[in-house]
């Protein structure tokens, strides 16, 4: 997106979907990632954001994270999913409470996640607590008008991608006013 990038980033506009090991609870937010190596997408996987906190969870059970991406649903999905909901509720209930109808949910073909029925795009896999499976990830020019430093960061293995035919894909341009983030952030 931005000319100093250090990929090619696939994850922008994407709700990214886990569950807390302990409670179940399904978390689905914004966080960004880059095509690495044939099947990896690099992420910046903070531990205080949700789906860190999941990861944590995980980590300390020495398992590896169950993730689904998902692309192009409706806009309620974006815009909950970049709120600052509280950690135990789950984004689903927010959509389906916006919408005055519950999301329709199925079960995903390889991990243990359910994701909108009719999205047009999900890439499914996992991450690995394994630091050696870290890949590098960044720079990005970020909505803070800034570029980060690449750092090593935790890896999204993919397991399958399902779509539909002729799938829309979805994405922002990130950075500071007038950008398309930036507008859709004073929405919320």
């Not at 994405?171 to 006013?177: A, E, F, Q």
């Amino acid at each position: 997106w931005h000319r100093r990038d250090g990929g090619r980033y696939i994850n922008t506009m994407q709700g990214t979907v886990t569950r807390d090991p302990v409670s179940g609870r399904l978390n689905v937010g914004i966080y960004r990632g880059m095509i690495g190596q044939k099947n990896t997408i690099p992420v910046l996987l903070w531990k205080p954001q949700n789906w860190g906190q999941d990861f944590q969870r995980y980590s300390g059970k020495g398992e590896d994270m169950p993730v689904a991406f998902v692309y192009g649903w409706e806009p309620c999905l974006p815009f909950c999913a970049s709120s600052p909901i509280p950690p135990d509720i789950s984004e689903y209930e927010v959509m389906g409470a916006l919408r005055g109808a519950p999301v329709e949910l199925v079960e995903c073909e390889t991990v243990p996640l359910m994701v909108p029925a009719s999205a047009e795009m999900v890439i499914e896999g996992y991450i690995s607590p394994d630091p050696s499976t870290f890949e590098m990830e960044g720079p990005f020019g970020d909505h803070t008008g800034y570029y980060n430093a690449a750092e090593p960061f935790p890896v999204f293995h993919v397991k399958a991608i399902t779509h539909r035919k002729d799938p829309l894909y979805l994405t922002t341009i990130t950075g500071r006013p007038p950008k398309e983030d930036a507008v859709i952030g004073t929405v919320l």
